[in-house]
């Protein structure tokens, strides 16, 4: 019987134990200070978009929802399914009704979403920009990429590819914004970094891709002695493509295009186009959802404060050429 | 015996609920997924900057150290202590054989840190430039102010406080590329945005405080009209308030300054100088620390990479004038 006893002490003393270490291990994992960047489940973050079906805001969403996992919070998308601005305004307005913990916005249009983003920054939803801004709202930070530092990395990219010689031509769509910048920065680096090289000629595609195919190809009859072209949107570029193909200059014609999409990845891979720019829209998205739990938690007030973010974040363009080309396509 | 054998069988089955209880609890705690956002104490990411004993510098670090709080590492503090770059070289070089998990640069000189900072990310350590960029170098981001865009706010408020007209001096350090930046933005957005108000004079006042206290006596000598003073530098801005002070002009001219040392922002108290341009060191530490945190992490590969992170970030710039200069004293 005394065995027994005995036994059973010693299975309570290492349960005892057992437990006891238990404790312990799990106060060493607590031990997380009140800035832990950590949220719950509960907290739900919404993108919004426009045209929210095109394949351009997969990576975007991407990097929201990586950051989601690792804040351990929740994510939703949502956006105007057409090019229609009151679209944009009514789903805004329905998200904001649901009081979610933050929201960040491509704006279609960089005015018209004003009185509908202060109304929730206002209510206390914090809002961040992404890719498109509306520079006189009250969202606290725009990401996006800087149009004109794309501009100069494209010309640099032509000088390389041309040996920093030779006649280029320029397609862009000279009534937005985004492509006047593209365009400036292109033309601002090729007439201060590389006298050898010159830019016989500046067409507006229009953004559509049989008007920037007929531009270049009278661009082709007119300067015979083109050795370049840079396309500052993807149905440009895809146009330029074209008429390249179509008059067999390929091998003497390098085109530099914008985007991602399907056309332009399969003309990289042809070779027809040399390089893309690819923007950095997973840093779009997954900076965005820091910036919002940020704002949510209370985790970037110092006294300089005001925003409490910073200001302007340019995320960036990649190079995407035949040797990488594979790893832009999305995943099917 | 029965009974206390009971007892015991109680006893025992309320421990083993007790322990199931606690490793369920743990098992939902330690859901984390593989990008959480902790890393470990003895993962060590170092600030270095030089003149590291300056005030400026005090804000970035407490933002490091914030984010260090957040994620769950340690931080260390070094930098030359003179305004010397081979100093700096050599604090960097040893920085980097201690082999830390990432080091947040504040670079001196934009040209002489190259190969010290190329040796350490070939090697495998994360670098990113706060405050003063080395833009050739293979630090992964830089994250600073906006100094043409500062310049523009600054304009701005110049406008406001002077109702958009009258004549205007700039005091400046034109060989600094930071404020020239400053000097441009500011004269851009006066004269496109402000018919009324034009810019008399534009004097050099070496970054030193006696000589832009003479630069100024003589431009409101010949310009007694003049009603406005923009100082793109703190030693500046302080010259310029005694020679207003002691002209007796302290009614008539307004002026705006840079930075926050205590000068400053003791003339911003005694309503001498109107408003003066805090940067955000505070972001500049802070996001710093983030991103060494992900690229030590692995945390921010998308495909689009190559730099691992945005390109650039605008930390912003906030005004501080009487209402909330009390904000910007260091806590003593």
Redesign the interface.
């Known amino acids: ?1 005394k065995k027994l006893l005995f036994v ?1 002490l010693m ?2 003393g290492l ?2 134990l ?2 006891y270490q ?2 312990t ?2 106060t060493t ?2 031990q ?2 009140d ?4 949220g719950t489940i509960d907290e739900n973050y919404v993108m919004v978009t426009f045209q929210s079906g095109i394949d351009y805001w997969k ?1 975007a969403l ?2 929201f929802e ?1 950051a989601a ?4 919070v929740s994510v939703e998308y949502r956006g105007a399914t057409q090019y229609d601005v009151n679209e944009q305004i009514t789903v805004l307005e329905q998200v904001i009704a649901k009081k979610p913990a933050g929201i960040a916005v491509s704006a279609m249009d960089p005015v018209a979403l004003n009185d509908v983003i202060n109304k929730a920054v206002d209510a206390g939803i914090p809002i961040v920009m992404f890719d498109a801004n509306a520079p006189d709202s009250k969202a606290f930070s725009f ?1 996006g990429t ?1 149009n004109y ?1 794309a501009g100069t990395a494209a010309a640099h990219k032509m000088a390389e590819l041309l040996n920093e010689k030779g006649q280029i031509g320029i397609v862009t769509h000279p009534k937005q914004l985004n492509h006047q910048e593209r365009t400036n920065g292109f033309r601002d680096t090729i007439a201060s970094d590389y006298p050898d090289m010159e830019i016989v000629a500046t067409q507006d595609g229009r953004g559509d891709q049989m008007t920037s195919k007929e531009v270049v190809d009278e661009m082709i009859r007119d300067f015979p002695e083109l050795k370049g072209v840079f396309a500052s949107e993807a149905n440009g570029g895809v146009g330029v493509g074209q008429s390249v193909l179509e008059q067999q200059k390929k091998d003497e014609i390098r085109i530099i295009s914008f985007d991602t999409d399907k056309g332009t990845l399969d003309m990289v891979e042809e070779g027809v186009i040399s390089a893309t720019l ?6 779009m998205g ?2 965005s959802l ?1 910036y919002l739990f940020h704002i949510q938690h209370d ?2 007030n ?6 409490n ?8 363009i ?1 190079f995407v050429t035949k040797e990488n080309v594979d ?2 396509y999305p995943n099917e």
Chains 1, 2 share one sequence.
């Open positions: 019987m059973y299975l309570i349960f005892v057992y437990v238990y404790q291990d799990d994992n607590s997380w200070s800035k832990e960047l950590r990576r991407k990097g990586d996992e690792a804040l351990n990401l800087d530092y690819a923007q950095g829209t997973w840093k997954y900076w820091q985790l970037a110092d006294v300089e404060a005001g925003t973010l910073p200001r302007y974040v340019d995320t960036g990649t790893e832009f």
